[in-house]
C-alpha cells in the first residue's frame, strides 16, 4: 500500500509540474498572439490615418478643381451674354 501511495505522489507531482509547464507556454504564446496583433493594429492605423491624409488632399483638390470650374463657366456666360448683347445691338433686335 506504501507503494501504491508513493506512485498516487508521484503522478500528482508530475501532473502538477505538467500543469505549470502549459500554464507558462499558454501565457508565453498569448503574449506574442498580442504583440502580433499590437503591431497589426498600429500598422493598420498607419495606413488609414494616410488614407485619410490622401483623401482629404483629394477631397481639397476637388474643391479647387470646381472653383476654377465655376468661375470658367462664369466667365464663358459673360463673355457669351456680351457677345449676345452686342449682336442685338448691331440689328436693332429688342428684348420682347
Do not use: P
Not at 498607419?46 to 468661375?71: S, Y
Amino acid at each position: 500500500m506504501i507503494v501504491l501511495n508513493d506512485i498516487v505522489a508521484v503522478l500528482s507531482i508530475i501532473s502538477s509540474v505538467v500543469s505549470i509547464i502549459l500554464a507558462v507556454s499558454a501565457i508565453w504564446f498569448s503574449r506574442r498572439v498580442e504583440e502580433r496583433l499590437k503591431k497589426n493594429f498600429q500598422r493598420l492605423k498607419g495606413v488609414m490615418d494616410e488614407n485619410h491624409e490622401r483623401t482629404k488632399e483629394v477631397l481639397q483638390n476637388m474643391n479647387h478643381e470646381a472653383d476654377d470650374i465655376k468661375k470658367t463657366v462664369y466667365e464663358s456666360q459673360e463673355e457669351l451674354r456680351e457677345t449676345l448683347d452686342d449682336i442685338m445691338d448691331k440689328c436693332n433686335i429688342t428684348d420682347k
